[in-house]
């Protein structure tokens, strides 16, 4: 067994452990490994290895490595962007990736919708929010949406302008933790995340949001434990440099 295999097992073995401390199914949670400085060698393990989910960073760096495991695999593989999306790469990013993770205003929805449209695509997205207030983290800024009214309003008024686009599908939405002495720290802003999740599907009866991405190699656990539905882990599989 290689490293990777054995990283794969054991992140896999925590992600079952931590849904089941929750009462959750294990199956509800889509690992996505984080490929972003993972070799294509090291890829084609993790695929060896049963992974399919795989997340890239930038498109410029994600198009050709996707393009070349794809000539060497025969297995169907997920590819996720979930870095930020300049909107001059909404171009090339729109209908290339099963799931974009990042949408994080209107305009750029309106990019990749129009984009798709001119492809005759339709893109599965998430939403960006900014629910910890970190100035350092992109997103819609949501933090304390709890106790500002206006803040939640406008958010639920831009969602529902980006439902309305014809070539998008809203699937969930997606939040980055700050970093902390422990995992558990970082359960409120998940906590804050399926609220708002929560709250969006009380106004928009139409959308189901099935999706909370959330978690990655330090806290995914606890981002289990508040309702994740897909972790993000590059490190504890691939290693700190892929």
């Not at 998430?126 to 309003?153: I, M, Y």
């Amino acid at each position: 067994m290689s490293d990777i295999q054995r990283a794969l097992a054991q992140v896999r073995a925590r992600i079952a452990e931590a849904c089941l401390r929750v009462n959750r199914d294990p199956s509800e949670v889509t690992l996505v490994a984080i490929s972003k400085t993972a070799s294509p060698a090291a890829i084609l393990e993790a695929v060896a290895a049963g992974q399919r989910d795989f997340g890239e960073n930038r498109v410029e760096e994600a198009l050709p490595k996707i393009a070349h495991i794809s000539q060497s695999t025969d297995h169907a593989l997920c590819w996720h962007l979930v870095g930020h999306v300049q909107s001059r790469k909404a171009r090339d990013a729109a209908g290339a990736f099963a799931l974009i993770h990042s949408v994080d205003s209107v305009r750029l929805a309106e990019k990749l919708s129009a984009r798709c449209a001119a492809k005759g695509q339709t893109q599965a997205i998430l939403l960006e929010c900014n629910v910890s207030g970190e100035a350092t983290k992109q997103g819609f800024p949501l933090h304390g949406w709890e106790g500002d009214r206006d803040r939640f309003a406008q958010f639920v008024q831009q969602v529902a302008q980006i439902a309305a686009l014809p070539h998008l599908r809203i699937l969930g939405l997606m939040t980055m933790a700050p970093i902390v002495a422990h995992p558990d720290q970082a359960r409120p802003v998940f906590a804050s995340l399926r609220a708002l999740r929560d709250a969006l599907r009380a106004q928009l009866a139409d959308l189901p949001l099935p999706h909370l991405s959330m978690g990655m190699t330090d806290d995914f656990e606890a981002a289990i434990a508040e309702g994740a539905t897909m972790v993000r882990i590059g490190r504890a599989i691939f290693g700190p440099h892929g």
